[in-house]
T-cell receptor, first 114, second 114 residues
């Protein structure tokens, strides 16, 4: 079965600093999803990557999928308090009629200090 | 759109009692997923439906857990009898049949079994 390992498990950074979260898969990734979760709330979709070498950006968050499609990174530039939360990567395993079954990493807890 | 709706948001029950969690997916979405999140095990897929039919229930922990989707706009996850180790946050998510379409998560139900 596919497993995802996220690193680091937790991260504390000063407001304004850049940071990177990694997600490594035990198998080739056919679709990699990044979600953000705030305590007590559901998951908010950030980005999805499918092609090797693909890179997407939304505001100050950039996600990349490496050429071999076994690792993804999430980079936040000039972090803000609003970026605090838990970031989870999810890997598509079986595509049934298009809908993807996801396996998630353990999450990275991000704290932004003022 | 109201998003994925889950009820109740919080549930506290005693061991041995029956618990029913409810989910209303986003209109037009034909795949529905039930997840469980705990500190120890992270976010785990329990079961998912496509066009109201259960496709994969391999994540359901044991026979005490059952899920139904009687129509396209409603699903339930039932635990009978409940045990303290069932305490977790249960999420429902829905999506369309598209390989590029993300899953939308509900706010979750926090279950505490005493």
């Amino acid at each position: 079965s596919q497993e995802l390992e996220q690193s680091p498990q937790s991260l504390i950074v000063q407001e304004g600093k850049n940071l990177t979260i990694n997600c490594t898969s035990s198998k080739t990734l056919y679709g990699l999803y990044w979600y953000k979760q705030k305590y007590g709330e559901g998951l908010i979709f950030l980005m999805m990557l499918q092609k090797g070498g693909e890179e997407k950006s939304h505001e100050k968050i950039t996600a990349k999928l490496d050429e071999k499609k076994q690792q993804s990174s999430l980079h936040i530039t000039a972090s803000q308090p609003s970026h605090a939360g838990i970031y989870l990567c999810g890997a598509a395993t079986i595509a049934f009629q298009g809908a993807q079954k996801l396996v998630f990493g353990q999450g990275t807890r991000l704290t932004i200090n003022p | 759109d109201a998003g994925v709706i889950q009820s109740p948001r919080h549930e506290v029950t005693e061991m041995g009692q029956e618990v029913t969690l409810r989910c209303k997916p986003i209109s037009g979405h034909n795949s529905l997923f039930w997840y469980r999140q705990t500190m120890m095990r992270g976010l785990e897929l329990l079961i998912y439906f496509n066009n109201n039919v259960p496709i994969d229930d391999s994540g359901m922990p044991e026979d005490r857990f059952s899920a139904k989707m009687p129509n396209a706009s409603f699903s339930t996850l039932k635990i009978q009898p409940s045990e303290p180790r069932d305490s977790a946050v249960y999420f429902c998510a829905s999506t369309r049949d598209s390989i590029t379409y993300e899953q939308y998560f509900g706010p979750g139900t926090r279950l505490t079994v005493t």
